[in-house]
């Protein structure tokens, strides 16, 4: 790996910043939206949550249009697309006619982040130097995960003692803050088009093959870790570790921030078996012991060892994404591996809560650490055993990226 390369450039600092920025907005937000929504239009409990969980429709038909589109129009004139039309959006809270239009609010504000976040994402993946992908995913994505912390905890905190205009006004002010931002940062122009000639109505046109079975294996995992966002809270007021749970998804973030710099190198250094293979088993153990806790500090313990495994999991999963295309796909092949994180982490929930009717939290989450287990299968099909393949594919990509340059 050339460590001469630099990583942390004002471009990249930028770019991360307004991801961060565009990220806390989404979870402060998630967790006030539903007491709102009951508050002010007395929505009942299956509204409440379809205004909550809807957002993710939006961000899906967002990121299909863009994934299309984003190389040919240029990523400058769409990050700035999304950044105006995320920040206009987000005025639509203000506008209080009912739920019909709550509804519809969350839907535009979802498909406006999938714009915004899916250029920001190529785009930093084309700052980064070609030999520092998993090294500077990781840490480009360290901004998501802090923003997931800091966010809920800024919703609720807000929602207590303020009001919800003056929350929706904050939200505001951040979207102007990334365009504002976003004004000194130097955005690289598309390498080309990848198909120039005439337009038509193909499944290459909305989904990057080649990120196909690192994307499928996320849609599995993130399903897994959908139940942990969801219902840990109904699971520690089951087990009346109300108070060890507030600190859950602080230890997970700071395990995260602890162990990303390592996995993000080694896997430059090595290859992405070195860290799937590890990670994924440590997602399982975290779960299990999820399911037989019964104090607060083995919930602790789960949340640190989902965090080494779950949380590396992803920017490593990103990171595959990236290095198997050339430079003029980056755009689409990260709208394909954000969609099926986005299945996996949106619908899981809904899945998911048709079996807790049947089973407990308990062995929801014994069952779903057998899932993740059987991942590890999964991956060395769709992916694992082709390593070689792979990275020869990434070693010709970044020599043709250094030639053009």
């Known amino acids: 790996m050339n460590r001469t390369e630099r990583l942390w450039t004002k471009d990249f600092i930028i770019i991360s910043a307004m991801n961060f ?3 806390l907005v ?3 937000l998630i967790v006030m939206i539903s007491g709102y929504a009951t508050s002010t239009f007395n ?3 299956s509204q409440a949550g379809l205004i909550s969980s809807i957002f993710i429709v939006g961000v899906l038909l967002g990121r299909l249009f863009i994934g299309r589109y984003i190389e040919k129009i240029g990523y400058r004139k769409i990050l700035f697309l999304g950044l105006i039309l995320y920040t206009l959006s987000s005025a639509l809270y203000f506008i209080q006619i009912g739920i019909p239009f709550l509804i519809l609010t969350r839907v535009i504000h979802g498909m406006m982040l999938g714009i915004a976040v899916t250029a920001t994402t190529t785009i930093v993946a084309l700052i980064i130097p070609g030999s520092r992908k998993g090294e500077g995913i990781g840490y480009f994505s ?5 923003a997931t912390a800091v966010g809920p905890f800024l919703g609720i905190l807000l929602a207590q003692h303020t009001s919800y205009y003056f929350i929706f006004f904050g939200c505001f002010v951040l979207g102007i803050a990334s365009m504002v931002i976003a004004l000194f940062a130097k955005i690289p122009k598309p ?13 290459k046109n909305f989904i990057e093959p080649a990120a196909l079975p690192i994307s499928i294996v996320m849609l599995v995992l993130g399903f897994c870790y959908s139940s942990v966002l969801t219902y840990i809270n109904f699971y520690a007021i089951e087990l009346d570790l109300v108070n060890a749970a507030s600190f859950f998804f602080i230890t997970y973030s700071a395990a995260i921030l602890i162990s990303r710099p390592f996995s993000g190198r080694l896997l430059d250094i090595k290859n992405a078996n070195y860290v799937m293979y590890p990670t994924i088993l440590l997602f399982a153990a975290g779960l299990f012991i999820l399911s037989n806790t019964h104090s607060g500090f083995f919930l602790i313990l789960s949340s640190i060892i989902i965090g080494f495994g779950y949380g590396n999991i992803q920017s490593c999963c990103q990171a595959i994404s990236i290095k198997s295309v050339p430079p003029e796909k980056v755009g689409l092949s990260t709208a394909t591996f954000s969609i ?3 299945i996996g982490l949106g619908f899981g929930p809904y899945i998911l809560g048709l079996f807790i009717s049947i089973i407990s939290y308990s062995r929801l989450y014994g069952l779903l650490s057998v899932v993740v287990l059987l991942t590890i299968a999964l991956y060395y099909v769709l ?5 070689k393949k792979s990275y020869q594919i990434l070693a010709k ?4 990226s250094h030639i053009e340059q």
């Open 21 to 23: 920025f565009l990220t």
């Open 26 to 28: 989404v979870f402060l």
């Open 43 to 45: 929505a009942s409990t």
């Open 142 to 146: 360290l901004s998501t995960i802090i």
């Open 191 to 203: 390498a080309g088009t990848a198909n120039p000639g005439k337009e038509s109505f193909s499944f």
């Open 340 to 342: 099926f994180l986005d």
């Open 383 to 387: 992916y694992g055993r082709h390593i």
């Open 397 to 400: 990509n970044i020599s043709n």
